[in-house]
């Protein structure tokens, strides 16, 4: 799909605008493309999921947690205990994941973003109903069932053991609804929910995005400074967009405008702050990837509210982070930096930011190059940080 709301004009100095360009020019890809392109690989999938039955964090506990049954809980990544004080609070090794920390509640969060999107791709592709139902039987479980929903917050996660119950960073967890709100709103054609279902479902999503906005945690996520900063704002677009909340978008779009790209992005194309961690590579497209989920979500018709195209004062849009990367993408090998201290060897992936900036910008490289890629990571710590696989949902149009 070609989306005439989101061109960085670079015809200008022909004068030709974008949308008289476009009325001319045919997309580089369309949603048949797409279909076309990942028919086999999501019916597989979808083939499998149609046994998986839900599983949601009641079905599991810690007692290292300090939330209840429904509550989310996770551990910090990269803390591990102390050699120095066995049994005292834990310390940090950034870019080494412990193994031992618990991890089930994300999983099972990991778990529903793969198997929401890719039935939804299923039904989209087929129109066959039971693909919908199974889909709808997922979210049930999660946001509308009393006995197995998870609360709308996540004030447990992320703890450190000894340190802190549960930190705002813990908001970044939540990445992995982003797509199954896409497909959500995909589903609501598909006519699987009452509408007593379908309005439950946008509660839940309104009272977590009321609870990001507003809780300490959440505060603290928002004012982040590197890719936890934009994985807050890619989330609230996302529940923005699902339940309606026209403030909390456009509170997005000034975010992006006033604290996400003028902070991180750098002159020559690259995310210092990503570039100083112990896995630039990963968290270098990891961030390219979110950034471009919010300009994907949060464009608007309006030139004004056409995130690609906003511009820094020394005239620099995203679009200079996309051309930055894209030669690392294309061959690794070239890549001036440290190697990342943890699965280097499973990177590159088929990055959404490639295609939705092809899109964007109608550049046929990025495209071209997207193309190439290997759509589905098997490593799960890079699953965890590549929240978007089902990219007929995103070039396929949802019903306003």
């Given at each position: 799909m070609m989306n005439r709301r989101r061109f960085c004009v670079t015809a200008a100095a022909a004068g030709v605008s974008a949308r008289n360009l476009l009325a001319k020019d045919a997309p580089l890809i369309t949603a048949a493309d797409v279909a076309r392109i990942d028919r086999v690989r999501i019916l597989d999938a979808a083939g499998k999921y149609l046994?998986?039955?839900?599983?949601?964090?009641?079905?599991?506990?810690?007692?290292?947690?300090?939330?209840?049954?429904?509550d989310y809980f996770s551990e910090g990544d990269y803390w591990w205990p102390n050699p120095k004080d066995p049994g005292g609070p834990y310390i940090r090794r950034d870019g080494y994941s412990n193994p031992e920390n618990f991890n089930s509640d994300r999983e099972a969060l990991i778990r529903l973003s793969l198997i929401v999107p890719a039935l939804t791709a299923a039904w989209l592709i087929t129109r066959n109903k039971r693909y919908a139902l199974h889909a709808a039987q997922h979210l049930r479980a999660w946001f509308l069932n009393p006995?197995?929903?998870?609360?709308?917050?996540?004030?447990?996660?992320?703890?450190?053991?000894?340190?802190?119950?549960?930190?705002?960073?813990?908001?970044?967890?939540?990445?992995?609804?982003?797509?199954?709100?896409?497909?959500?709103?995909h589903l609501e054609r598909a006519g699987v929910f009452t509408p007593k279902e379908a309005s439950g479902l946008k509660d839940w999503?309104?009272?977590?995005?009321?609870?990001?906005?507003?809780?300490?945690?959440?505060?603290?996520?928002?004012?982040?400074?590197?890719?936890?900063?934009?994985?807050?704002?890619?989330?609230?677009?996302?529940?923005?967009?699902?339940?309606?909340?026209?403030?909390?978008?456009?509170?997005?779009?000034?975010?992006?405008?006033?604290?996400?790209?003028p902070t991180q992005l750098a002159p020559?194309?690259?995310?210092?702050?990503?570039?100083?961690?112990?896995?630039?590579?990963?968290?270098?497209l990891f961030n390219l990837d979110v950034l471009a989920?919010?300009?994907?979500?949060?464009?608007?018709?309006?030139?004004?509210?056409?995130?690609?195209?906003?511009?820094?004062?020394?005239?620099?849009?995203?679009?200079?982070?996309?051309?930055?990367?894209?030669?690392?993408?294309?061959?690794?090998s070239k890549w001036p930096y440290k190697p990342d201290v943890e699965y280097f060897d499973d990177l590159?992936?088929?990055?959404?930011?490639?295609?939705?900036?092809?899109?964007?910008?109608?550049?046929?490289?990025?495209?071209?190059?997207?193309?190439?890629?290997?759509?589905?990571?098997?490593?799960?710590?890079?699953?965890?940080?590549?929240?978007?696989?089902?990219?007929?949902l995103w070039v396929t149009p949802v019903r306003a």
């Amino acid at each position: 799909m070609m989306n005439r709301r989101r061109f960085c004009v670079t015809a200008a100095a022909a004068g030709v605008s974008a949308r008289n360009l476009l009325a001319k020019d045919a997309p580089l890809i369309t949603a048949a493309d797409v279909a076309r392109i990942d028919r086999v690989r999501i019916l597989d999938a979808a083939g499998k999921y149609l046994a998986e039955q839900p599983i949601t964090v009641t079905a599991y506990s810690s007692p290292r947690s300090h939330g209840g049954r429904h509550d989310y809980f996770s551990e910090g990544d990269y803390w591990w205990p102390n050699p120095k004080d066995p049994g005292g609070p834990y310390i940090r090794r950034d870019g080494y994941s412990n193994p031992e920390n618990f991890n089930s509640d994300r999983e099972a969060l990991i778990r529903l973003s793969l198997i929401v999107p890719a039935l939804t791709a299923a039904w989209l592709i087929t129109r066959n109903k039971r693909y919908a139902l199974h889909a709808a039987q997922h979210l049930r479980a999660w946001f509308l069932n009393p006995a197995t929903l998870m609360n709308p917050s996540l004030t447990y996660a992320q703890a450190i053991y000894g340190i802190t119950p549960g930190r705002g960073i813990g908001i970044i967890d939540t990445l992995h609804l982003i797509e199954v709100t896409r497909a959500a709103r995909h589903l609501e054609r598909a006519g699987v929910f009452t509408p007593k279902e379908a309005s439950g479902l946008k509660d839940w999503f309104a009272a977590y995005l009321d609870w990001m906005r507003t809780s300490k945690n959440g505060k603290e996520e928002e004012a982040a400074k590197n890719n936890h900063g934009c994985c807050w704002v890619a989330q609230a677009a996302a529940f923005a967009a699902f339940t309606g909340n026209r403030d909390a978008m456009e509170f997005c779009r000034a975010r992006y405008r006033a604290a996400l790209l003028p902070t991180q992005l750098a002159p020559n194309g690259s995310f210092p702050l990503e570039l100083s961690r112990t896995k630039p590579y990963s968290y270098s497209l990891f961030n390219l990837d979110v950034l471009a989920i919010v300009c994907q979500i949060a464009s608007d018709g309006d030139a004004e509210d056409d995130l690609w195209q906003f511009r820094l004062t020394d005239g620099d849009c995203y679009k200079k982070a996309v051309d930055f990367m894209y030669p690392y993408i294309k061959d690794k090998s070239k890549w001036p930096y440290k190697p990342d201290v943890e699965y280097f060897d499973d990177l590159p992936n088929r990055q959404p930011s490639l295609l939705f900036a092809g899109l964007a910008y109608r550049e046929p490289k990025y495209i071209a190059l997207w193309r190439t890629l290997r759509p589905d990571p098997k490593t799960a710590e890079i699953i965890r940080n590549f929240p978007v696989r089902q990219p007929l949902l995103w070039v396929t149009p949802v019903r306003a």
